[in-house]
């Protein structure tokens, strides 16, 4: 029989992943002689009115930026993915996945941009080997209000950032492999390894004739029952950081949970506590915590997050910085041009979101919402997307934005 005439062409609705929202993703599926292609994304672009603050004009807290910018966004987790499967024999499922990235408004994107796995599924859980999203950083699904992008998101001062950032936990982890255990009376366990090198090669932070041989290892332990949903992370930087020839030791603890009311809306909260080597041995710690919230109002929802860095601790003394980016004149002294952590007082922050989402159906959905982070004096956290740009300590932000997003 010819191929257009075995060709069956059908939509598939399920739950849009990643997008902590009530819109539906219709995948366009293809199957044909036991292989199936689903096609899925989404498209959320954004007006923001962006504003800093907290510093004097010539001082040495001037960030040396425009007071305030008015921006249009298209690249808020724009994504277009495929996932390819097929059933193989003994029940199991053969599973590739490409995520790729797309910025409507700037007309561009990257085909392996996101995720990039190749994977096999059945009685025994889930073994995926590629560029994937860490245990970790999926715990992010108990707190996320607006689909994890924007001037709303807290990846900055909750998680230090993403694999761009050297002390970044948001990892979507490139050389790794990953398992994740079947379902085993609501708990499940997720495992993940970044190979050895798993970062890269040399860079300002490395020796100077080796690569970094950086090792990541993720975990995770969730239970999820009825409207109940927790989890509990632990991750273990190697490497991944170097003072001169010597490779460094960070982690991460992280917990999260959420609670459904049917009809009514849901609450979540997180915790998380960092980890980091410093000079002689000595330790860089910081912790963080979160509420957030949905109520169903009309057709949409009143979002809300309220998250507070405490001050920045350890073993170490006062004055210690820890970079966030590979920088030739960071020490533990100083650092430019990037996100820092510096032990002592007045290093905390609080970023506070507030919004309406509405849902105009299933797949489209407009958004409003103000968001506010105060630094401490030493303290330079940014937005964790649409970042305003390079922050001194003691900046504050603030901005409005307004957008849609449509899920297919």
């Known amino acids: 029989m010819h191929f257009f005439n075995k060709l069956k062409i059908q939509s598939a609705f399920g739950v849009a992943l990643a997008a902590a929202s009530a819109?539906?993703?219709?995948?366009?599926?293809?199957?044909?002689?036991?292989?199936?292609?689903?096609?899925?994304?989404?498209?959320?672009?954004?007006?923001?009115?962006?504003?800093?603050?907290?510093?004097?004009?010539?001082?040495?807290?001037?960030?040396?930026?425009?007071?305030?910018?008015?921006?249009?966004?298209?690249?808020?987790?724009?994504?277009?993915?495929?996932?390819?499967?097929?059933?193989?024999?003994?029940?199991?499922?053969?599973?590739?996945?490409?995520?790729?990235?797309?910025?409507?408004?700037?007309?561009?994107?990257?085909?392996?941009?996101?995720?990039?796995?190749?994977?096999?599924t059945g009685a025994f859980g889930r073994l995926r080997a590629g560029r994937i999203d860490t245990p970790v950083k999926q715990m992010g699904s108990y707190t996320d209000v607006f689909y994890a992008t924007g001037i709303a998101d807290d990846g900055e001062i909750q998680m230090?950032?993403?694999?761009?950032?050297?002390?970044?936990?948001?990892?979507?982890?490139?050389?790794?492999?990953?398992?994740?255990?079947?379902?085993?009376?609501?708990?499940?366990?997720?495992?993940?390894?970044?190979?050895?090198?798993?970062?890269?090669?040399?860079?300002?932070?490395?020796?100077?004739?080796?690569?970094?041989?950086g090792r990541v290892i993720s975990t995770a332990l969730t239970y999820a029952k009825g409207p109940f949903s927790a989890g509990l992370g632990y991750e273990l930087h190697q490497n991944v950081r170097y003072s001169g020839t010597t490779g460094l030791g960070d982690s991460a603890i992280r917990l999260g949970a959420k609670y459904v009311f049917e009809g009514i809306g849901d609450i979540g909260a997180g915790a998380n506590v960092f980890r980091y080597e410093a000079a002689g041995g000595s330790t860089v710690t910081r912790p963080f915590a979160t509420i957030t919230g949905n109520v169903y109002v009309g057709s949409g929802k009143v979002?809300?997050?309220?998250?507070?860095?405490?001050?920045?601790?350890?073993?170490?003394?006062?004055?210690?910085?820890?970079?966030?980016?590979?920088?030739?004149?960071?020490?533990?002294?100083?650092?430019?041009?990037?996100?820092?952590?510096?032990?002592?007082?007045?290093?905390?922050?609080?970023?506070?979101?507030?919004?309406?989402?509405?849902?105009?159906?299933?797949?489209f959905s407009v958004y409003g919402f103000m968001t506010q982070l105060r630094n401490g004096a030493n303290a330079n956290y940014n937005f964790g997307t649409n970042g305003y740009g390079v922050l001194k300590p003691g900046n504050d932000l603030r901005g409005i934005s307004v957008g849609a997003i449509y899920i297919f």
């Open 23 to 120: 819109l539906a993703q219709a995948q366009f599926k293809l199957e044909y002689a036991g292989n199936t292609l689903q096609i899925g994304g989404r498209l959320n672009v954004s007006y923001d009115h962006t504003s800093v603050s907290g510093y004097t004009p010539g001082g040495a807290n001037d960030p040396g930026l425009a007071g305030s910018v008015d921006r249009v966004f298209g690249a808020n987790a724009s994504r277009i993915n495929f996932t390819f499967s097929r059933l193989l024999p003994n029940g199991i499922t053969g599973e590739v996945f490409i995520d790729s990235s797309l910025n409507p408004t700037a007309g561009s994107g990257n085909l392996a941009g996101r995720e990039n796995w190749l994977g096999a």
């Open 160 to 213: 230090m950032g993403g694999e761009d950032k050297l002390i970044g936990f948001t990892r979507r982890q490139q050389k790794s492999l990953r398992y994740d255990s079947p379902n085993m009376s609501g708990f499940g366990v997720a495992v993940q390894l970044g190979l050895p090198n798993a970062d890269g090669s040399v860079g300002s932070d490395a020796p100077a004739n080796s690569a970094r041989k």
């Open 303 to 363: 979002v809300m997050r309220y998250g507070h860095a405490g001050n920045v601790g350890g073993s170490a003394p006062n004055g210690t910085v820890v970079c966030g980016t590979p920088n030739a004149s960071a020490t533990f002294n100083s650092c430019s041009g990037t996100l820092a952590l510096v032990k002592g007082p007045d290093s905390g922050a609080r970023q506070l979101v507030l919004g309406y989402d509405y849902a105009v159906d299933k797949q």
